[in-house]
Each structure stands twice: as structure tokens, then as C-alpha cells.
């Protein structure tokens, strides 16, 4: 990539680039584009850095410890969560509870309301879920007896108002969706929904894993009742996630893990837990994995979510563009609102062999079901092929892409 | 022939292409002559596991020759599956199970070994040695 330009002035796309150390290398002989962004984003210097130095520096148990390391872990450990907490406009940091993932904050909530749901309640989700956002309310339901229900989507991937507005006449207890959909980025109108959802009594939980690389969501505006995600999609590392929830609701719920960390007192007879956001942290946490989160955040604010969310819009429509030009090629999610994620397939080529293709000419892409099977029944497709833009992508890039494509299904065809 | 002299020939036919264009260019051309399954076979029972692309597979005796058929969705799985056929099928299920796997390596498909591999090239001759495993304990 000699010649990285943007026509959006506000960015300086080279510099940006600089901060990545794995973009500057090769794969199979060609110079990696990375456009898995979705599944993972890249991770800046800056956050590498912060991992290292803890481990260089003050590597040790937060909370408890009275000595000089634990008390500066336990110090960067929790600057982060507030960090976060401003991040999301949560309204105080002990709403902010360390995960290790998206997925773990979903189980979370899911295993926690065991005991708030009953035998032939509604919990619902949308037909754009991850599979992260259906089976752990699938086994919820297993275990009360309660009965999952799904808000259906049409054909350019967004999810029918109407019926879910008709389903909220059964009352749901709980109602899980996400704010942009993995496999095709629709933007899910959620504050409406959480504002319906509300007028009904039902909690809501918001997957946030998608949403929280291109935009910087305020729970209290949202007035969401759980947001989770991850920071590995947020240029952070993995392992490590947040989940967010109004106090109200986290005083309500029962601790999740038992443990060291969660506990107030503790005799053989009983233990009384600790105070929030302890009593949902277990064990020793992710430290380093929390502080380079706090980091990573940083990072993303000093370009600026308006700039990362304009600068992304443009490569959406350049590639979107570009990849209609080829023959045969069909683009699966085409929401008005939609985040730089182009999941298509060209003709009857598998996607599967797609991808094979562009691997060996250096380009990341992610095929198959992208964990959405009922995205891909819907459409009656085994898979798609699905490139996802990230900040650091560039026209170039794309550019490359899609000459690479286009050689893929000469050899294809 | 034996599968070891069917290998070599394998890879001899693989040793004229220089660059992995070409040798994927000849792999799916080899898709094209992968002795097909029968529909009636291509059940949910017969899809070897760990592939992202669907493959089937059915083995039955000739004498006492076990002979393979496949088919796959994808056509870089289907060109790796005919490989594998061509060397494994119309033996004795004895040589089946005898037989290594070096030559994947030899021919430059080396990459798709790895267990971690979407395509399942491993769960692919696990499969077709775990019939030979199942005849050979009937013809015991």
C-alpha cells in the first residue's frame, strides 16, 4: 500500500496505519489487508504497550493487597472502569462490571435471571441475533420453562416493527437484542425498542459487539437495562468485555460465580456477598485485560467516534460499489442504516472457496455462518463471504480486494 | 497400483506447476473427475464433520476392494476430496488403513493439514480410514 489517501480530510489515515504494527505485515508473500474486522479488530501500539507494562511494572493482585504493586493494579484496574463507565455515560462505575467477552455478559444476565422468570414467560430476541444472543436464553428457557420468541426481519435484514410491537402483547419479561447484526450491520432502531419494550415492564439487554467499534452508544440516553461487549472488537485485547446494568437491576440480581473478590463475609453456615460491581466478579479478573481496555478506549476517542463513523461510511459505499460491479455478485443485509460490513456471495461459488482464494493472495475475510444459522436458513444459503472495514482500512485496500475477487471467481467458475 | 505408486504419480503430476494458482487451477480440474456419490447417499449420516463446506462420502466393497464416492459444495473441497479418492480408492481396505498421508505435504497443499483448517482435509482421510477400519473388521 504506497499511496494510502482519504478523501476525508479530518483523517490522517497514514499515521493511523503507523499505529498498527501487524498491518505492516505479509501474508502468503503479499502484503496483508485485513478485512475481518468484525470478527476481530487490530490491536495499536498503545495497547500492546499497556499490557506490557503491567507486566513489566506492577503485575499484581487488585484489591485486597496493602502493598505498593497491588495498590497501583487495583488503582490503573479501576481508572479503567471509570474510564468505561464515561465511555458508556453510565450513570457510576459499579455498573460497570468486568466480563471476559460479550458472550460471558449475556450468560451473565441469562444465568442471574433464573430465578426472576417463570414457567410460560416470554423472552425475547430478533431473528439477527449471534448465536451468543439465542442459546443462552435458549437454556434459560430450558430451565424455567419460559418460551423464546423472535422478532422477524425482512429481506433487506431488518427486523419487522410492527411484529415485534404485536409480540409485546405477550408480555415478555426479558427482551434481548443486538444493536448492529454481525453477519449483515443492520443498525437495529434499539432505543425504540427499549422505549416499547419498557412500556410493557420488560427488561432489556443489548449486545453491544458489533455496535461499540463504529459508535459510542450512551446507556442513559438509550436507557438500556444491560449493554455488554467486548474489547477485542474495540482494538482492545481479548479475554476481557464489560457488562453494563442499571444499579436497580444488578442489586436485584443474584451473584452469577462464587469466589474470592464476590464475597462480604463468608462462614460455613453462610456468606454474605459483596457490594456491587464485586459481587459479580469472582476470582481474580483479567487485570491487564481490563487496564489495556481502559486504553483502548482512549485510543479510539483521540480519533474520534464521529470521524471513525464517516471516515467507515465512506468505505462502505466505495466497496459497496465497487463489489456490484461484478457479475453475479449479491450483497445479503442491505438496511438503510447499516455499519461497513459487506457479508455477499458471488453466484453458486461456496463461500468457503472464496475465502481459500483470498487468503492466498494476502486478504482476510471470514466465511461461512458467521454464528447467525438462522440468518443464512432465511435466506436459504449455506453461508456468505463477509468483509468487514475498520478505521484503518483504506480505498487501496479495497481496491486490491476487489481485483483479488474478481481473479477468485475466474478460477471459481 | 499400489497407493503409495498412485501418490507418486500425484505428485509428479504436481511437480510441473510452480506457483499455487496453477496447482489450485489443477486440483479443481481434478474435482471435476471425483467419482460421484449417489444422491440417495447424500445423507446428513454421510457429511464429514469439521468441514465448513458440506462434504459426503459413501464406501462400499467391490470384491474385496473398498471403493469411495463423494461430492462437496464447494469445489477447492472437492478438488482435495478427488485426491484423496484416486489414492485411497479400489484397495484392500488393509492398504487403506496402512497408508500414509506424506504426499499432501509434497504436492503443496501442506497449509490444509492443519487441524485447524476450515476444509477438514484431516477429518477428511480420518473418515475414509475409519471405513477401511470397519471393512477390514467384517472381512475379520
Given at each position: 500500500m504506497q499511496t494510502q489517501t482519504s478523501t476525508y480530510s479530518n483523517f490522517n489515515i497514514k499515521s493511523i496505519r503507523n499505529d498498527f504494527p501487524i498491518l505492516s505485515r505479509e501474508v502468503n508473500g503479499k502484503p496483508l489487508i485485513y478485512f475481518d474486522n468484525a470478527a476481530t479488530s487490530q490491536t495499536p501500539q498503545v495497547v500492546i504497550d499497556a499490557i506490557v507494562d503491567y507486566y513489566q511494572h506492577y503485575?499484581?493482585?487488585?484489591?485486597?493487597?496493602?502493598?505498593?504493586l497491588s495498590q497501583e493494579a487495583t488503582e490503573a484496574y479501576e481508572a479503567s472502569r471509570r474510564k468505561i463507565q464515561h465511555h458508556f455515560n453510565a450513570k457510576h462505575p459499579h455498573e460497570i462490571i468486568?466480563?471476559?467477552?460479550?458472550?460471558?455478559?449475556?450468560?451473565?444476565?441469562?444465568?442471574?435471571?433464573?430465578?426472576?422468570?417463570?414457567?410460560?414467560e416470554v423472552i425475547l430476541v430478533s431473528a439477527v441475533e449471534h448465536h451468543s444472543n439465542i442459546v443462552p436464553w435458549q437454556m434459560l428457557c430450558e430451565r424455567t420453562g419460559a418460551i423464546l420468541e423472535v422478532i422477524p426481519m425482512n429481506t433487506d435484514g431488518e427486523l419487522i416493527l410492527s411484529e415485534f410491537e404485536e409480540l409485546l402483547k405477550k408480555q415478555p419479561k426479558l427482551v434481548a437484542v443486538t444493536h448492529i447484526s454481525n453477519a449483515l450491520g443492520s443498525i437495529i432502531p434499539i432505543k425504540y425498542i427499549i422505549a416499547k419494550s419498557h412500556e410493557v415492564g420488560a427488561a432489556v439487554l443489548i449486545d453491544g459487539a458489533q455496535a461499540c467499534p463504529h459508535l459510542k452508544p450512551d446507556v442513559q440516553d438509550l436507557d438500556a437495562d444491560f449493554y455488554v461487549c467486548g474489547a477485542h472488537k474495540i482494538c482492545g485485547p481479548t479475554g476481557i468485555g464489560m457488562l453494563y446494568g442499571k444499579e436497580e437491576w444488578l442489586n436485584k440480581l443474584p451473584p452469577y460465580q462464587g469466589g474470592g473478590e464476590m464475597i462480604a463475609e463468608v462462614t460455613f453456615e453462610k456468606t454474605t456477598y459483596a457490594g456491587l460491581p464485586h459481587k459479580f466478579e469472582?476470582?481474580?479478573?483479567?487485570?491487564?485485560?481490563?487496564?489495556?481496555?481502559?486504553?483502548?478506549?482512549?485510543?479510539?476517542?483521540?480519533?474520534?467516534?464521529?470521524n471513525i463513523a464517516k471516515y467507515e461510511q465512506e468505505l462502505l459505499v466505495y466497496a459497496t460499489k465497487k463489489l456490484l460491479s461484478i457479475d453475479g455478485l449479491k450483497i445479503y443485509g442491505t438496511a438503510k442504516n447499516k455499519t461497513s460490513v459487506i457479508s455477499f456471495n458471488v453466484g453458486d461459488i461456496h463461500p468457503y472457496d472464496i475465502g481459500t482464494i483470498l487468503d492466498k493472495l494476502g486478504i482476510a475475510v471470514r466465511t461461512g455462518h458467521h454464528c447467525t444459522q438462522p440468518i443464512m436458513d432465511f435466506y436459504n444459503i449455506p453461508g456468505t463471504v463477509r468483509a468487514s472495514f475498520s478505521f484503518y482500512n483504506t480505498k487501496e485496500?479495497?481496491?486490491?480486494?476487489?481485483?483479488?475477487?474478481?481473479?477468485?471467481?475466474?478460477?471459481?467458475? | 497400483m499400489t497407493i503409495e505408486s498412485i501418490q507418486n504419480e500425484?505428485?509428479?503430476?504436481?511437480?510441473?506447476?510452480d506457483d499455487w494458482m496453477q496447482r489450485y487451477e489443477y486440483m479443481i480440474e481434478l474435482g471435476k473427475s471425483l467419482p460421484l456419490i449417489q444422491e440417495k447417499y447424500k445423507t446428513d449420516d454421510n457429511i464429514i464433520k469439521g468441514c465448513q463446506s458440506k462434504v459426503w462420502v459413501h464406501a462400499e466393497m467391490n470384491d474385496d476392494k473398498l471403493v469411495?464416492?463423494?461430492?462437496?459444495?464447494a469445489i477447492i473441497t472437492k478438488g482435495i476430496i478427488a485426491i484423496l479418492i484416486r489414492a485411497f480408492s479400489n484397495h484392500h481396505p488393509s492398504e487403506i488403513i496402512d497408508a500414509n498421508t506424506n504426499f499432501i505435504d509434497e504436492i503443496g497443499l501442506k497449509e490444509h493439514l492443519s487441524p485447524t483448517r476450515a476444509n477438514g482435509l484431516v477429518s477428511m482421510i480420518k473418515q475414509l480410514k475409519l471405513y477401511a477400519i470397519a471393512y477390514q473388521t467384517q472381512i475379520n
Open positions: 503485575n499484581a493482585n487488585i484489591h485486597r493487597g496493602v502493598h505498593t468486568f466480563t471476559s467477552g460479550t458472550t460471558h455478559g449475556i450468560n451473565m444476565i441469562a444465568s442471574s435471571f433464573t430465578s426472576l422468570i417463570n414457567k410460560g469472582a476470582g481474580t479478573p483479567n487485570i491487564s485485560g481490563g487496564i489495556a481496555f481502559g486504553m483502548a478506549l482512549d485510543y479510539m476517542n483521540s480519533i474520534g467516534f464521529e485496500e479495497i481496491d486490491v480486494f476487489v481485483e483479488a475477487l474478481k481473479r477468485a471467481v475466474a478460477m471459481l467458475s | 500425484i505428485i509428479d503430476e504436481f511437480s510441473m506447476f469411495f464416492t463423494a461430492d462437496s459444495d
